[in-house]
């Protein structure tokens, strides 16, 4: 009796498990404005169905399960796919670039400066003229390199 019961509930954390990673995927793919694109072209973000399903997925952005997210902006677009306006315009080319550029820029300025650690790395870098990025000065190299072989 008592193994049964040890199977059950090792079933059930198996089962628990494959859906606690089936839901973290598909939330981690909303931080990809192409994705969301296409779930509005397909008509899926206007069916009732899955409007409800985006509803019951925000316990993500609670703390006990928004610590799994690696990517912070899929909680930020499950917010916004709960208002039916957003999914209306999501739908928009103009839309989708909007908001990939907004996530590129937010990704590329998060954090200007190196922490501490990285000083050592932080002085081998160069700042490329009329760009706000940061090269390394070793990739320069490389890079260098093989456009001269």
């Known amino acids: 009796m008592a193994d049964s019961v040890k199977e059950g509930t090792e079933e059930e954390r ?7 990673e089936l839901e973290l995927e598909f939330v981690q793919a909303l931080a990809n404005p192409f994705y969301l694109h296409s779930l509005a072209q397909q008509g899926i973000l206007y069916q009732p169905a899955f409007i409800n399903y985006l509803k019951y997925l925000l316990y993500w952005k609670e703390k006990d ?5 690696l990517y912070p902006h899929a909680l ?3 917010e916004l796919l709960q208002h039916a306006e957003f999914r209306s315009e999501i739908m928009k080319d103009e839309w989708r670039e909007r908001l990939n550029q907004t996530q590129f820029d937010h990704w590329r300025t998060w954090y200007v400066q190196y922490p501490p650690r990285y000083s050592s790395h932080a002085e081998h870098c160069l700042v490329s003229p009329g760009e706000s990025r940061v090269i390394s000065t070793r990739l320069l190299t490389v890079t260098r390199s093989r456009t001269v072989l």
């Open 14 to 20: 198996v089962k628990n498990r494959k859906r606690f």
């Open 65 to 69: 399960y928004a610590r799994f997210i």
């Open 76 to 78: 930020h677009h499950l």
